[in-house]
């Protein structure tokens, strides 16, 4: 026994080591991919200046775009290298090497998708030289930071290439605008919808964030119709996690080339995503239309390997694709998996039938050919005409001039179906009739111009409320086939409200809207709290003085007020559930859970909300004021104390405007810093207060007045 037991570890020890000499072999032979002495070579192409501000803000030149690209790519690296690194396996299709097993959905669907392989056969027909040599300028900037920050860098990934960024594009706007959520549904038990059913003679018509977290926004414009000033005033407030691969980072860019803008960008984006330029801005919200069709289709009962199309069986385009799971270092395992399409597109079986999935932006790559343009606009004339590209397949847009225009786009890239039948339940897959082909063009999509109450307020909310209800549209003018949502926030109910009822608006009018933390009466959230109100309790009872409590709640989220945090505690429950499109939850099943976690953490019902909700990182601890689904946007996750730490909402917080004469100024506020990732750097942390106090800081809009502030500069490449 002793000598069986004593060769089992004698094999076991010999089966490590072996693992441990190809892990190493495997490092070795990937790390000689990447040549760090070219990747330095290749930078010697650009020239470009970053200057950091005070607030170690990267303002950016260059003689040429491709310059400046090479340059942005570098200073976010500087800042948040971390992140854009882990993003490399993301584009390839490689989470799971990387992360394990929790990265294989994402690899699967870039793999059934088959993105790299679409961008690939596309991204010399569809983008231009220049922009194809932006994106690479880019990559190489990128690239620049990995050779000459070796111990930073993982050499396995590297280097990037223009066409990693062209993937990220595709795969990111999908997950936008929620294609995720339509794929993961086909898991369930059983199908989560009905069966479309003809029309009657006659009838008309998340490698995004951590799950569970806000991709929503505001923002919101006046005009000289509005102020009482004749000022055009702009806010820019997009809600995304505050760290990860979609929080935002700050940036100035500058070219000789007409590039010259300011704004929030994501990882991997070599433009600006929302900002403003010298003479327009916008912002972007999430919109979610009806985007995806599922079709449920009828297989041969005698060839599992055909479907039924139009009265006669069709086969199945079939692939193999392989992810590759973690196992150890560089170790990975192999999985197989075979992917099917039809003519529909990509198809999948699951316990309860075989579906396919047709969805805006099946082939379209020029996602950046239509930032860049948007970012060189100078007109609202020149917007629109990036616009009508329709290569981004949804967001709603805000958009804000010199010249006193306001504009409000709900974007989309709305399939041309055929009239009459009920498109958000599943599509027989039968009809080849049903299989659409072409979108409506960019002029049937709802927008409008310069409403005469001079003001747009877009919370991702229904698109024909976002003004006075004599300017909206009508939404009986746009077909029922489009899928728009009819969604209404409490962003949107309060932030109308307070445009409605406010007369001539100045500054600090237009600003108190942001910072504003109150959930209007009539809305959801209220009304599910205030279901309390009606139920009995025993006299004396803690569930009785929560009921008192609410009784005399002011109906915010105020840093001080008493009542905010099992308020709050409660309406997180109603708003979840409507995210994830779903009933809300009996209130008394979570009543007794929130009085209970408050006596735990705090041993009161009543603690004040500022000792509740927390703005955290590293030694940083700050009270802040707002919540879930207010204009002042926080949503936060309990830490083990109790408290609860913001992670999502609020994050780069864009202010800008033109006065009568047409001179314009901006205020920026970022949730923690521009060094997103660099505990040890100043800029870590460095803009908290200001964000926790609703406060926010100038904006250098020029070259000189940046250097009339203490800053640092950085010549790209160094020599």
């Given at each position: 026994m002793r000598k069986i037991i004593k060769r089992g570890w004698i094999g076991l020890l010999v089966l490590a080591t072996g693992l441990t000499v190809i892990n190493f072999f495997m490092h070795v032979v990937e790390a000689r991919q990447f040549n760090r002495a070219d990747a330095i070579a290749r930078a010697a192409q650009y020239d470009a200046e970053i200057i950091r501000d005070t607030y170690g803000v990267p303002h950016i030149y260059g003689r040429r775009d491709a310059d400046v690209a090479f340059a942005l790519a570098y200073a976010h690296a500087e800042d948040d290298f971390t992140t854009m690194q882990q993003m490399l396996p993301f584009y390839r299709g490689e989470l799971g090497r990387t992360v394990g097993f929790d990265g294989l959905a994402i690899d699967f669907l870039l793999?059934?998708?088959?993105?790299?392989?679409?961008?690939?056969?596309?991204?010399?027909?569809?983008?231009?030289?220049?922009?194809?040599?932006?994106?690479?300028?880019?990559?190489?900037?990128?690239?620049?930071?990995?050779?000459?920050?070796?111990?930073?860098?993982?050499?396995?990934?590297?280097?990037?290439?223009?066409?990693?960024?062209?993937?990220?594009?595709?795969?990111?706007?999908?997950?936008?605008?929620?294609?995720?959520?339509?794929?993961?549904?086909?898991?369930?038990?059983?199908?989560?919808?009905?069966?479309?059913?003809?029309?009657?003679?006659?009838?008309?018509?998340?490698?995004?964030?951590?799950?569970?977290?806000?991709?929503?926004?505001?923002?919101?414009?006046?005009?000289?119709?509005?102020?009482?000033?004749?000022?055009?005033?702009?806010?820019?407030?997009?809600?995304?996690?505050?760290?990860?691969?979609?929080?935002?980072?700050?940036?100035?860019?500058?070219?000789?080339?007409?590039?010259?803008?300011?704004?929030?960008?994501?990882?991997?984006?070599?433009?600006?995503?929302?900002?403003?330029?010298?003479?327009?801005?916008?912002?972007?919200?999430?919109?979610?239309?009806?985007?995806?069709?599922?079709?449920?289709?009828?297989?041969?009962?005698?060839?599992?390997?055909?479907?039924?199309?139009?009265?006669?069986?069709?086969?199945?385009?079939?692939?193999?694709?392989?992810?590759?799971?973690?196992?150890?270092?560089?170790?990975?395992?192999?999985?197989?998996?075979?992917?099917?399409?039809?003519?529909?597109?990509?198809?999948?079986?699951?316990?309860?039938?075989?579906?396919?999935?047709?969805?805006?932006?099946?082939?379209?790559?020029?996602?950046?050919?239509?930032?860049?343009?948007?970012?060189?606009?100078?007109?609202?004339?020149?917007?629109?005409?990036?616009?009508?590209?329709?290569?981004?397949?949804?967001?709603?847009?805000?958009?804000?001039?010199?010249?006193?225009?306001?504009?409000?786009?709900?974007?989309?890239?709305?399939?041309?179906?055929?009239?009459?039948?009920?498109?958000?339940?599943?599509?027989?897959?039968?009809?080849?009739?049903?299989?659409?082909?072409?979108?409506?063009?960019?002029?049937?999509?709802?927008q409008f111009t310069n409403p005469s109450s001079g003001y747009i307020l877009s919370t991702n909310q229904d698109p024909f409320q976002v003004t006075a209800a004599s300017d909206n549209l009508d939404s009986t003018k746009f077909p029922p086939e489009l899928g728009l949502q009819t969604r209404m926030t409490n962003r949107a109910v309060r932030g109308l409200h307070l445009f409605d009822t406010a007369g001539a608006m100045s500054e600090a009018d237009f600003l108190a809207v942001k910072w504003d933390k109150a959930y209007a009466p009539e809305g959801r959230a209220f009304q599910y709290v205030n279901q309390i109100q009606a139920m009995q309790f025993s006299p004396g009872s803690q569930s009785a003085a929560g009921q008192k409590l609410l009784a005399g709640w002011s109906k915010t989220a105020t840093r001080d007020e008493p009542a905010a945090a099992l308020a709050v505690c409660l309406l997180s429950e109603e708003w979840l559930a409507e995210q994830a499109g779903k009933p809300a939850p009996p209130i008394g099943d979570i009543y007794s859970g929130c009085l209970e976690n408050l006596m735990t953490h705090y041993g009161r019902i009543d603690p004040p909300w500022q000792a509740v909700n927390r703005l955290r990182r590293g030694d940083l601890d700050l009270p802040l004021g707002g919540g879930p689904d207010t204009l002042r946007a926080i949503y936060a996750l309990p830490d083990p104390d109790g408290r609860l730490r913001v992670v999502a909402g609020d994050g780069l917080v864009v202010y800008v405007a033109w006065d009568a004469q047409g001179n314009q100024k901006a205020r920026m506020v970022h949730n923690y810093g521009a060094a997103i990732t660099r505990p040890k750097s100043p800029h870590y942390t460095d803009q908290a207060p200001l964000y926790a106090a609703e406060e926010m800081r100038p904006v250098a809009l020029t070259r000189d007045a940046v250097m009339a502030q203490p800053h640092r500069i950085l010549r790209l490449p160094e020599k």
């Open positions: 793999g059934w998708l088959d993105v790299r392989r679409m961008v690939a056969a596309r991204f010399e027909t569809d983008l231009t030289p220049q922009l194809r040599a932006h994106l690479q300028a880019y990559a190489d900037g990128l690239n620049y930071y990995a050779a000459t920050h070796p111990h930073e860098a993982d050499p396995r990934l590297f280097p990037m290439r223009a066409q990693d960024l062209a993937v990220g594009f595709n795969i990111q706007h999908l997950l936008f605008y929620g294609f995720e959520s339509h794929v993961s549904e086909l898991f369930a038990d059983s199908p989560a919808r009905e069966l479309a059913q003809p029309p009657k003679t006659g009838a008309l018509s998340r490698y995004i964030g951590a799950a569970g977290l806000p991709v929503g926004s505001n923002a919101f414009a006046i005009n000289a119709r509005k102020s009482n000033d004749g000022a055009t005033r702009l806010m820019i407030n997009s809600h995304q996690p505050l760290e990860g691969p979609v929080a935002w980072y700050e940036a100035h860019l500058k070219s000789d080339e007409g590039w010259d803008i300011h704004g929030g960008l994501f990882p991997g984006m070599p433009f600006i995503a929302k900002g403003f330029n010298p003479d327009i801005g916008w912002g972007v919200t999430v919109n979610k239309p009806d985007l995806v069709d599922i079709y449920q289709l009828e297989i041969n009962p005698d060839n599992a390997d055909e479907y039924m199309l139009d009265e006669r069986y069709v086969s199945f385009e079939k692939r193999r694709i392989w992810l590759k799971l973690k196992l150890l270092g560089n170790l990975y395992v192999p999985v197989p998996r075979m992917v099917l399409k039809t003519r529909h597109g990509p198809a999948i079986r699951t316990d309860h039938g075989t579906y396919a999935l047709r969805f805006a932006g099946m082939n379209e790559i020029r996602q950046p050919a239509q930032w860049l343009a948007m970012n060189k606009a100078r007109s609202l004339s020149a917007f629109k005409e990036a616009m009508a590209m329709q290569a981004i397949v949804s967001f709603n847009f805000v958009y804000a001039d010199k010249q006193g225009e306001l504009y409000f786009l709900h974007n989309g890239r709305m399939p041309e179906r055929q009239p009459g039948w009920n498109w958000k339940n599943y599509l027989p897959g039968t009809r080849s009739d049903l299989i659409w082909d072409s979108q409506i063009s960019f002029d049937q999509m709802p």
